[in-house]
């Protein structure tokens, strides 16, 4: 089961992600997400303004899969790339609620893109590249978090 | 290799001639985009590399070593494919997408990619594809970490060994901004 760490959490929320989604015959797309927030151990929610969302669109109807990693500095210092299966939502508390919280960061919310995680993997360059994070004990990639510095993200650059 | 070499040179005459009918553009990277693409020393560009498997499975992991060529091409080392090399055996569409989309810097370059491994320079050094050759790129960025060795990457990230394994090329044809507001306009 996959669960994410405290540190993952901190950087996903503090630093917003890139997204890429495909299409079935693997043509890639990267969109951002200023806004996004983890609302349990394995689904983050992200806020997307229309133009945002409108160029992933035609890859989510046909294709789920999305991965996303750590946008800004987050690529050196937090490597992680998840890959999840992701839902759009248009209405309701979550909805609401996420919606409510980008609207803080000049986020005017047309969807939210609720991804269920279920892969996470090491990006670091070196020995642990490509290591598979989620099935790996929760004990030890709680050490990387420990080991791995700065544990919290900087400030989102303007 | 002939095999590769006669089916490259098929699908290049048949992607000249849809460029010759206007079914695909030619782009041509700005300075702008080639300066952005190529900041060693002060912290590095860094970019988002995504690929996908045939059955569309994304993947998107983040690049150090960067480099543009010939006014349409982005070059990034092979240091540590594992699932993006998977993926350009099978699928040749790929984007590289700023990593720190600001500072009028909000760019994604979609094209199609070709992995040169470092084999190739032995084997078959004239292998060409989308006119350059094999030799062309691997004896200029074949030995990366050399030629411009990651000093500014902090020690904690900074891997002990860097062993290449190829060059990942790109062949931009689309660009499009990742401009809050602005997300998906094609540029380029």
Redesign the interface.
């Known amino acids: 089961m996959v669960k994410l760490t405290p540190r993952m959490k901190d950087w996903i929320e503090g630093l917003g992600c890139?997204i890429?989604?495909?299409?079935?015959?693997?043509?890639?797309?990267?969109?951002?997400s200023?806004y996004a927030k983890v609302i349990s151990d394995d689904e983050v929610a992200f806020a997307l303004?229309k133009?945002?969302y409108?160029?992933i669109k035609p890859?989510l109807d046909?294709?789920p899969?999305?991965?996303?990693?750590v946008?800004?500095l987050g690529?050196?210092?937090a490597?992680y790339?998840f890959?999840g299966v992701a839902s759009i939502i248009t209405s309701g508390p979550l909805y609401d609620q996420i919606a409510a919280e980008a609207k803080n960061l000049g986020?005017e919310t047309s969807v939210v893109l609720l991804v269920k995680v279920r892969e996470i993997?090491c990006?670091?360059?070196?020995?642990q590249?490509?290591w598979r994070l989620d099935t790996r004990p929760y004990e030890e990639n709680l050490k990387l978090d420990e080991k791995?510095?700065p544990p919290k993200p900087p400030p989102r650059?303007? | 290799m002939e095999f590769i070499r006669k089916t490259n040179f098929i699908f290049g005459y048949f992607y000249y001639c849809s460029v010759l009918r206007g079914d695909l553009k030619m782009v041509k990277l700005t300075e702008e985009m080639k300066k952005a693409l190529k900041v060693v020393g002060k912290g590095g560009t860094v970019v988002y590399l995504a690929t996908a498997s045939a059955s569309g499975k994304p993947n998107i992991a983040g690049m150090r070593f960067i480099d543009t060529y010939k006014d349409e091409f982005i070059l990034i080392a092979d240091m540590f494919f594992l699932k993006t090399k998977m993926n350009l055996y099978e699928n040749q569409y790929s984007a590289v997408a700023m990593v720190h989309p600001f500072k009028d810097r909000e760019w994604v370059f979609r094209g199609e990619a070709f992995l040169f491994e470092i084999g190739l320079l032995k084997e078959d050094p004239n292998f060409e594809w989308h006119g350059i050759k094999a030799k062309e790129i691997l004896e200029e960025w074949g030995n990366w970490a050399e030629k411009e060795p990651p000093e500014e990457v902090p020690p904690d990230v900074r891997p002990p060994v860097l062993k290449q394994r190829g060059v990942y090329c790109l062949h931009v044809k689309e660009v499009y901004s990742i401009k809050p507001g602005e997300v998906g306009k094609r540029i380029l």
């Open positions: 890139h890429c989604t495909a299409s079935t015959k693997g043509m890639p797309t990267v969109t951002i200023r303004a133009d945002e409108a160029i890859d046909e294709n899969w999305v991965a996303f990693s946008s800004h690529v050196v210092k490597p790339q890959k986020i993997y990006t670091r360059p070196g020995p590249a490509g791995w510095s650059p303007q």
